[in-house]
């Protein structure tokens, strides 16, 4: 089945530090990738769309300067969260898409992020 | 209203009880439907994957879609407590398109 590795699995470090993640699709390749945040107990929530070659789109309330999404090649996208303060601290998972309408994603494990 | 709406629980069965996951959806267009199992502080694993209308069994995982009704299902036979988990039923227009989750539902099953 299709893999999604997302790495690292968990980063802890002191605020106004950057953090980049990333998410890579193993074994297809990936011309879309979504990035979501999850809070304890609280379903995934969609923060940008990120296709292969061009600027990212974020949804509404997602400040796209604090959250950079670069997706270079058809099997990497990052997610760097720029001068990260506590209230970013949370789950941030990746999923990716081959781009065929009947195919579904599949997500990474991913990254537990915590600001002291 | 939410595009796809589903009951949080947390639902509590005992070991060997059928389970019964239900979510609604609002969107028309959406043709592709997904139950998701995660557990905890892991990533969403693909359980069930059904396009329109239809059963689909999986070993002891049956997921049901009624677009006339847009009603989604997910029936989990002889519960394990490897099963406890949060299912996460989700829906999209297409593949490449972003998926609409509902709240998820917190299973735990009690030997």
């Known amino acids: 089945g299709a893999v999604v590795s997302q790495h690292p699995s968990r980063v802890i470090c002191k605020s106004g530090t950057s953090v980049k993640i990333e998410c890579r699709s193993l074994?297809?390749?990936?011309?879309?990738m979504f990035w979501y945040r999850q809070f304890p107990k609280q379903s995934l929530m969609l923060m940008a769309t990120s296709n292969e070659g061009s600027k990212a789109t974020y949804e509404q309330g997602v400040e796209k300067d604090k959250f950079l999404i670069n997706h270079a090649s058809l099997t990497l996208s990052t997610l760097t969260v720029t001068s990260a303060h506590p209230e970013d601290s949370s789950f941030y998972i990746c999923s990716a898409s081959d781009g065929y309408s009947n195919q579904p994603q599949h997500f990474g494990d991913g990254t537990r992020l915590s600001i002291l | 209203q939410k595009e796809v709406e589903q009951d949080p629980g947390p639902l509590s069965v005992p070991e060997g009880a059928i389970v019964s996951l239900n979510c609604t959806y609002s969107n028309s267009a959406f043709q592709y439907f997904m139950w998701y199992r995660q557990y905890s502080r892991k990533g969403p694993e693909l359980l069930m994957y059904?396009?329109?209308?239809g059963n689909k069994e999986d070993g002891r995982f049956t997921a049901q879609v009624d677009k006339s009704s847009k009603y989604i299902s997910l029936f989990i036979r002889d519960s394990q407590p490897s099963d406890s988990a949060t299912y996460l039923c989700a829906s999209n227009s297409g593949g490449y398109n972003k998926l609409i989750f509902g709240a998820g539902t917190r299973l735990a099953v009690h030997p």
């Open positions: 074994d297809f390749q990936a011309t879309t």
């Open positions: 059904t396009y329109s209308s």
